[in-house]
């Protein structure tokens, strides 16, 4: 729901925009793989989340034996549709602590994707790795909706006020992203006055 993810987004910007800042040069980085099917999509969304987690928890443990970088990061996960060849392209935004870790993470995507899904499924050049000149503009970014309700007619013309609503692709999305959690953190914990409240029964 439109309204719903509008109060996700403030609430997270909130919580998370003060420890952002605090990272004195913070990296944005895009990863990604070929676009896929909508009878693959859902298998290629665990794919990805798996593939992730490995990575994340890959390198917490060579960092706790001292033999690497603690990996500071949140990331977000969308998928977009392509209405002219109908397929599915899933893909994490992460916005990192330094530049070390997002030219690792991106790494790691590229050599591990490529046993996963092929050589020529992934490339190091489909992925997006800059710094970031504007953090809560950059924030906003990976805070979008999990998946574009709307979508241009025809993807190579400029925006001329007319969109579609592709609804079975809106909804191969959203029961192909299920059980995700399509925001989370890791690295760190967000101080005390961030955190949630706790409800009361």
Sequence with gaps: CPLC????????LNKYLPTLKSWASPFFLTLT??????????KRISEMFALMQ???????KRNQRG????????????????????TYNPHFH?????LHTADLIMTEWVREGRKLWGANHISKAAQLNQRVRDLEDCLVEILKYSSKIF????????RNGSALICLAAYDN??????KHRIFDRFGFNLPEAAKPEKKLN
């Design 5 to 12: 993810c509008g109060i996700r987004k403030a609430e997270i």
């Design 33 to 42: 793989v070929k676009a896929t099917s909508a009878r693959q999509l859902e």
């Design 54 to 60: 490995r990575i994340i928890s890959k390198q917490k």
């Design 67 to 86: 033999q690497g970088i603690r990996l500071i990061g949140i990331k977000s996960f969308e998928c977009n549709f392509n209405p002219l060849q109908k």
């Design 94 to 98: 992460l916005i990192l602590h330094d």
């Design 151 to 158: 979508t241009e007619p025809d993807l190579d013309k400029k």
């Design 173 to 178: 999305i959203i029961s192909a992203m299920k």
